[in-house]
């Protein structure tokens, strides 16, 4: 990067905090991207002004690992509508997201990307449009596939962390097969009406299999079986494993994970 835009940045902060208008003139005057600009902020030990209500969690350095992050987000319906958001405000750099399908109707109740004017559109292209309007020093990159134990490897090479936002549970055991050939972590969630879960399958591990062993379980996320709180709840307590992976801050449960029960307002920590 120039050292022009690295003075130029220490001098448009003011606290420490780099805000928007600094970036656009940045990006006019020394022709970076805003996730260039974005990264030479953090490396200066500065924080860009939309992440101030987080600087107390993360701070720079942790802030910049979110930033140098890549997540998989396999699955854009009602969790993946919401990780996509939540993600994206929390400023991981890269995000790439796959899902084949395009918004129905029966999706407006709980998937948060669907409106009337994305109904018949691809759900990864109305996701990327949502990230570019949220945070454009995200990269989306936006794969219009079904993952599948063939073309798996391929799709989530490179990548940091994945998370599961599928709604189908033959295709979350293939994508915890793939996970667990990679070596990546994947961050697993799934709701059926009042109840959820989220846990994390640890790089090598066989978590998802476990949790779905048995071959005549009933499907997860059959409509109209569900509501945009419970999809919610489960996509937040995702996005907050997604960091505690990507920071390593606390330790993880391993051989475990997390039910809920909205209805009776529950979260119990289960264990193998």
């Not at 902060?13 to 928007?20: C, I, K, P, S, T």
């Not at 709701?191 to 476990?210: F, I, K, T």
Request: charged letters at 20%; a negative charge; hydrophobic letters at 45%.
């Amino acid at each position: 990067m120039p050292e022009d835009l690295k003075a130029f940045l220490l001098s448009a902060a003011m606290g420490g905090l780099v805000d928007w208008q600094s970036y656009e003139t940045a990006r006019h005057l020394f022709g970076v991207s805003y996730p260039d600009i974005e990264q030479v902020v953090l490396e200066q030990g500065l924080f860009p002004k939309r992440y101030a209500a987080q600087r107390q969690f993360f701070q720079p350095e942790g802030q910049l690992k979110l930033c140098r992050a890549r997540v998989a987000i396999v699955g854009c319906g009602g969790l993946g509508s919401c990780l996509v958001e939540m993600l994206a405000r929390a400023g991981i750099g890269t995000l790439q997201i796959i899902d084949p399908d395009v918004f129905v109707e029966s999706n407006l109740n709980r998937q948060f990307l669907c409106t009337a004017d994305s109904l018949g559109r691809l759900k990864v292209e109305v996701a990327a449009e949502r990230v570019a309007r949220i945070n454009p020093a995200v990269t989306v990159i936006s794969l219009v596939e079904a993952l599948n134990g063939e073309n798996g490897v391929d799709l989530l090479a490179g990548m940091n962390v994945v998370v599961d936002a599928l709604d189908s549970i033959p295709a979350r055991r293939e994508l915890g097969h793939v996970c667990r050939k990679m070596n990546l972590p994947l961050v697993h969630g799934a709701v059926a009406g009042w109840y959820g879960q989220v846990a994390v399958q640890r790089p090598s591990d066989d978590l998802v299999s476990r949790l779905y062993s048995h071959p005549g379980q009933p499907e997860m996320e059959m409509p109209p079986d569900n509501f945009s709180a419970g999809v919610a709840a489960v996509a937040s307590l995702q996005v907050v494993l997604v960091v505690k992976v990507l920071l390593d801050v606390e330790p993880l449960p391993a051989n475990g994970w997390f039910s809920f029960d909205l209805r009776e307002v529950d979260l119990e920590r289960i264990d193998f």
